[in-house]
Nanobody, 126 residues
Framework: VQLQASGGGLVQAGGYLRLSCAASGGTFSRYAMGWFRQRPGKEREFVAG????????AYGGTGKGRFTISRDNAKNMVYLQMNSLEPEDTAVYYC????????????????????WGQGTQVTVSS
């Protein structure tokens, strides 16, 4: 499974970005998908996840109310809409696939995701 994240960039505080992740080489429609981020000097952390059935979404504390994850199984894509961005959101954002979870489950730990994209840099200026 190959994952390609895109959509990062430089944005002012209060702005928005939409990250995209294109999947290939596997059965995307049966993978839970997640977005993680790694801020400078910090461990990688869970941002958002969506079950392969699409009915369950989960968000890390930092993105609740500001970020929205979605997926398009027909296009093998997962998205992260990020609104009201803050300088603290500056990080490399990674998409990841979890092929082991059941249809309504979103797992939160990095070790539970088997496949990772290369990351896309998001920089929020104050």
């Amino acid at each position: 499974v190959q994952l390609q994240a895109s959509g990062g960039g430089l944005v002012q505080a209060g702005g928005y970005l939409r990250l995209s992740c294109a999947a290939s080489g596997g059965t995307f429609s049966r993978y839970a998908m997640g977005w993680f981020r790694q801020r400078p000097g910090k461990e990688r952390e869970f941002v958002a996840g969506i079950s392969w059935g699409g009915g369950t979404r989960a968000y890390g504390g930092t993105g609740k109310g500001r970020f929205t994850i979605s997926r398009d199984n027909a296009k093998n894509m997962v998205y992260l809409q990020m609104n009201s961005l803050e300088p603290e959101d500056t990080a490399v954002y990674y998409c990841a696939a979890d092929p082991q979870s059941s249809s309504a489950v979103v797992r939160l730990r990095t070790a539970e995701y088997d496949y990772w994209g290369q990351g896309t840099q998001v920089t929020v200026s104050s």
